[in-house]
């Protein structure tokens, strides 16, 4: 797995490096934002890890990662007592409290190269229900259910966080349904774009 670190200042992250690379993935370690961004937008990193110290900067900066690299994990790390903990959890795929532990850093990368893989195309199965990434199609029982390219995108991604409550914003801040998160730095701005979301997840939600 191909993981990028992003080293802040004073971040405690250097310590763990090494184990992460004695697993057998590759590393590149990056000190400032505009080097971790131009590294994802040069090369097909699957997952970044970073340890939030800003909240509200780390949260523009993770913004801007996903903004151009859409397929790329993030795993967070930060202190237990953070105040800024929902925030990041909105645009991140995972987190670990620090201290960390090894097993549990091991396990949060093995997991997220699970899903990493699964968004290069394997079909997702939940249940009665089948999704295929790289068709852009899914079926329940069989039978294709007929959706748009955003309604799937949206379903594709509800279901990646089956388990995490997902807000507007973060549907937003992915690239769904059309709306440049850039230009709607308050998650979709205006009540038009809110219908536009309100739309898609009724289309989804009609269909399956």
């Not at 900066?61 to 929902?86: D, M, P, T, Y």
Request: glycine share 6%; proline share 4%; net charge negative.
């Amino acid at each position: 797995m191909n993981i990028i670190i992003f080293l802040q200042e004073g971040s405690s992250l250097n310590t763990r490096v090494g184990t992460i690379e004695s697993q057998g993935h590759d590393v590149k370690v990056v000190n400032t934002p505009g080097t971790a961004l131009k590294h994802v937008l040069d090369e097909p990193y699957d997952l970044m890890i970073i340890e939030i110290k800003d909240p509200l900067k780390d949260y523009n900066f993770c913004r801007s990662v996903k903004i151009h690299q859409s397929n790329i994990k993030i795993l967070a790390v930060f202190a237990e007592n953070f105040a800024g903990k929902e925030q990041i959890l909105s645009i991140v795929d995972d987190y670990l409290i620090w201290p960390i532990n090894q097993d549990d850093l091991f396990s949060k990368i093995k997991t997220l190269s699970k899903n990493y893989y699964i968004d290069k195309g394997e079909p997702m199965v939940l249940g009665d229900l089948v999704i295929y990434p790289e068709a852009l199609e899914a079926a329940r029982n069989g039978k294709p259910i007929p959706l748009r390219k955003k309604e799937y995108q949206l379903l594709e991604f509800l279901a990646r966080n089956r388990n995490k409550v997902v807000n507007r914003h973060a549907i937003v801040i992915h690239g769904i349904v059309g709306i440049n998160p850039t230009q709607n730095e308050h998650l979709a701005g205006g009540d038009a774009d809110g219908e536009v979301v309100a739309n898609a997840c009724d289309a989804v939600g009609r269909e399956i």
